[in-house]
């Protein structure tokens, strides 16, 4: 702030034509060039530093309190918004927080302020001129912060769900290819990306007004400055360094309220992107209020349960329903589909919590038990294993992410995997690619099957995990899965009858009720039982 002051020092030399002083002038006016130079490239590394290590921690939080969240969480979520809350969102507020936005506006406060200083010291005539401007643009940058804030939420709000859509489509592009629906997904994708155009566009118009106006009203000002300050030194009132001192803090007054105008708008996008950002961070994690923990012997107990699905709270799932699984004992459970089959893995699992009864584990209620330690002691195995895009080792050692490349080897020889993963040219580093597209049916169930050893659970959940196999795949499956199931208490939901015939007793579930109990054996013998009846479709399929 000393170098506008050093050049209308440098005028009046001229004008004096003294050359005395020239040269101590010069030299410090070099030395401040430099050490300000040196002063802005700190100021911005450091506050660039900052705002980086500050968007790391929210992308940190944000992911950690949305895994933490439960699963009717994201049943009423989409994956592909939350994945925009993740990158987009906080990547707009890395924006209003970097060097070239947040510290520059700090920098434009203190520099306007000064200047205003500097200016009413040199003349108060012509600063009382240039005030006006000041309010004016204040004024103005507050509504366009405003605007841009409420357009900037929207917008982002608007490629969120252009996300989802995209993400979506790339998911399932297999079953948009087989159907040729290219031309559809594309018109879908470009419905909601022309919703995005239209929020840029709104905020490109009141972008456009703002600055045009702004600008306007600054180069009036210096106008007015030029204007007066010249019948000022005409009249013996100002010298013409002094003149050229004002000038240039007019200049620096401009770029300072342009450069916070400009600032402002940008943190107030990143305050906009933000707001839903921090209302996910501050969000409510999943209920783990137990403690439990200890070693369980597998006796469970469902009590008189109601329950039904919280983004289907008209749907009844289970209505009073009661059953008891003793300890290490094998129990099918079967019923037409939609009868509550999976909801009972999932009760059981806590992913979701009954809205009347109680689920006893070893005498003690569910939710009693540290929600992790109980996850982690109930084994899972589904119709559609999911595996991530990793190698086929690291899958498998996502059952116990610290067991031994020997301990991995010798579950998938368990599961049946280890002769087709060595058949691969890089064994277990194969890669299996994303859900595990590049391996068929029977062996990603293998692996999971391998992964499920690995964790080695006291209680197993089987959900139809042989239905989708051919009868090679399901022999060898059913073979890995008696392996899996020796020792531990095993609820199995199947439709096929060599995976339920072996079960120690069969509850037959229909509209959320057990209708029918006991020895699948002797149910199946029974003309008069329900299962009976049922297994001829089961045969059939």
Same mark, same amino acid.
């Given at each position: 702030m000393a170098i506008p002051a050093g050049f209308g020092t440098l005028v009046d030399l001229a004008t004096a034509a003294s050359?005395?002083?020239?040269?101590?002038?010069?030299?410090?006016?070099?030395?401040?060039?430099?050490?300000?130079s040196v002063a802005t490239g700190v100021r911005n590394y450091c506050f660039t530093i900052a705002g980086a290590r500050i968007v790391k921690r929210t992308r940190d939080n944000l992911f950690s309190n949305l895994l933490a969240q439960d699963v009717g969480f994201f049943d009423s979520s989409s994956s592909g918004q939350l994945v925009n809350r993740l990158s987009n969102d906080t990547e707009k507020m890395s924006q209003a927080l970097s060097g070239p936005v947040f510290s520059q506006g700090l920098r434009s406060i203190v520099q306007g302020t000064f200047c205003l200083g500097a200016m009413f010291w040199i003349s108060p005539e012509l600063a009382a001129t240039m005030s006006i401007m000041v309010p004016a643009i204040g004024a103005l940058s507050m509504m366009y912060g405003r605007v841009i804030k409420k357009l900037s939420k929207e917008t982002q709000d608007a490629l969120a769900s252009a996300t989802h859509v995209s993400e979506e489509v790339f998911s399932n592009v297999r079953t948009v290819k087989a159907f040729a629906n290219e031309s559809l997904e594309n018109k879908r994708y470009g419905q909601?990306?022309?919703?995005?155009?239209?929020?840029?566009?709104?905020?490109?118009?009141?972008?456009?007004?703002?600055?045009?106006?702004?600008?306007?009203?600054?180069? $009036?000002? /210096? =106008?007015?400055?030029?204007?007066?300050?010249?019948?000022?030194?005409?009249?013996?009132?100002?010298? &013409?360094? %002094?003149?050229t001192s004002f000038v240039l803090y007019t200049v620096y007054l401009g770029i300072s309220v342009v450069s916070l105008s400009s600032s402002w708008s940008e943190f107030m996008r990143g305050l906009g992107a933000s707001s839903t950002v921090l209302e996910l961070i501050d969000k409510e994690r999943e209920k783990n209020n137990g403690s439990l923990q200890g070693k369980l012997e597998g006796l469970i107990q469902l009590q008189n349960i109601?329950?039904?699905?919280?983004?289907r709270p008209e749907a009844r799932i289970f209505e009073d329903l009661s059953l008891v699984v003793q300890p290490g004992q094998k129990v099918g459970i079967v019923g037409?589909?939609?009868?509550?089959?999976?909801?009972?893995? $999932?009760? /059981? =699992?806590?992913?979701?919590?009954?809205?009347?009864?109680?689920?006893?584990?070893?005498?003690?209620? &569910?939710? %009693?038990?540290?929600?992790?330690?109980?996850?982690?002691?109930?084994?899972?195995?589904?119709?559609?294993?999911?595996?991530?895009?990793?190698?086929?080792?690291?899958?498998i050692r996502y059952g116990k992410p610290t067991a031994s490349f020997e301990q991995i080897k010798q579950c998938a020889q368990k599961a049946h995997a280890d002769a087709f993963i060595n058949s691969f040219p890089d064994g277990y580093s194969t890669v299996v690619g994303e859900r595990g597209v590049s391996l068929s049916g029977g062996q990603r169930q293998r692996i999971a099957i391998a992964r499920a050893l690995l964790k080695d659970p006291n209680i197993l959940i089987l959900d139809e995990a042989t239905s989708a196999l051919d009868n090679e795949s399901e022999h060898l499956v059913h073979d890995a899965l008696e392996r899996l199931m020796s020792g531990r208490t095993t609820i199995i939901i199947a439709h096929r009858l060599s995976t339920i015939m072996t079960t120690d007793v069969l509850y037959v579930l229909q509209d959320g009720k057990i209708i029918e109990q006991g020895d699948p054996r002797q149910l199946i013998a029974s003309p008069d039982s329900i299962f009976h009846s049922m297994a001829k479709s089961y045969q059939r399929t």
């Open positions: 050359a005395q002083d020239l040269p101590k002038v010069v030299t410090g006016l070099g030395g401040l060039l430099v050490v300000g909601e990306n022309q919703t995005v155009y239209a929020k840029m566009h709104r905020t490109a118009q009141a972008g456009a007004g703002y600055f045009g106006v702004t600008t306007f009203v600054g180069n $009036a000002s /210096l =106008l007015a400055v030029f204007s007066y300050g010249t019948s000022l030194v005409m009249n013996g009132s100002l010298t &013409l360094g %002094s003149l109601h329950f039904r699905y919280p983004t037409k589909s939609g009868s509550g089959k999976s909801s009972l893995a $999932a009760l /059981l =699992l806590r992913f979701y919590d009954p809205l009347q009864g109680e689920i006893l584990l070893d005498g003690h209620k &569910l939710e %009693s038990y540290d929600l992790h330690w109980l996850r982690a002691n109930i084994g899972y195995v589904s119709q559609e294993p999911v595996l991530f895009s990793g190698t086929i080792e690291e899958n």
